[in-house]
């Protein structure tokens, strides 16, 4: 095995893999953010690994940072590169099995198929802010919350019912009465771009509260947020 430059220890492959990625982070004037889970999973997609340094354009950086990482995590198995104050750069680690010959060319097909990936989050957070998160509603009719307790729908109409009666013992105005129930959860389960996100669960609440902010009236902004 070793003849042929194959590595049988996946400790020695995770030691090789954040190492070389560390490297290649810093020549981008980056960071390589420990990532235990994903590195334990990428070490056993390969046995010779080669770790190389794409890029993609700055245009995406425009979307939620969440929604990279998450498709660049959950669907390609790249780690991201951040700057030394926490921002998202236009860069990641990749790992390939094999070596070095025409490594340009696959990282190359990584960048394209990246690019594709993020023009595909790009197209769902445009359409999904573009119109009022209760517009995303009626589509909960099609999820279902429980065999015998309907859709969820069917939940969102219940927690509506509740809603006056909460917000009189927590003394909210009408205004923030009104409000009230757009904060429930449920309405991004339709949401496409959250979707997206659906491996970085943390960061949904944020990325519920960037597209409220988005689309509901000014007036009500300080209020909801």
């Known amino acids: 095995m070793h003849e042929h430059s194959i590595v049988t220890d996946v400790e020695v492959r995770q030691a090789t893999i954040t190492t070389v990625a560390a490297t290649l982070a810093r020549r981008q ?8 889970e994903l590195l334990d999973e990428v070490a056993n997609l390969v046995e010779r690994p080669t770790v190389f340094c794409g890029h993609f ?12 990482v998450a498709a660049m995590k ?10 030394p104050d926490g921002r998202l750069l ?17 990282t190359a097909g990584n960048e394209q198929v990246l690019r594709a990936r993020f ?20 589509q909960l009719a099609t999820l ?24 009189r013992l927590l003394g909210l105005t009408t205004e923030e009465s009104a409000m009230a ?3 429930c959860l449920l309405p991004m389960l339709a949401c496409a771009v959250v979707g997206l996100a659906a491996a970085c669960a943390p960061t949904t609440h944020r ?19």
Not at 210 to 220: G, Q, Y
Request: glycine fraction near 4%; charged fraction near 20%; hydrophobic fraction near 45%.
């Open 29 to 36: 004037g980056g960071v390589y953010r420990d990532d235990p």
């Open 90 to 106: 236009p860069a990641f680690i990749a790992v390939r099995n094999g070596d070095n010959e025409h490594l340009e060319t696959v």
């Open 144 to 167: 279902t919350f429980q065999a015998r307790l309907g859709s969820m729908l069917d939940k969102v109409h219940r927690l509506e019912q509740l809603t006056p009666a909460v917000a």
């Open 207 to 225: 990325l519920l509260r960037l597209i409220m902010r988005l689309t509901m009236p000014v007036s009500c902004m300080s209020t909801a947020l």
């Open 57 to 68: 354009e700055e245009r995406f950086l425009a979307l939620p940072a969440a929604v990279l």
């Open 74 to 83: 959950k669907h390609q198995r790249y780690f991201p590169i951040y700057a």
């Open 181 to 183: 129930h757009t904060w």
């Open 119 to 138: 023009a595909d989050a790009e197209f769902f957070y445009k359409h999904d802010t573009q119109q009022p998160l209760a517009a995303y509603v009626p």
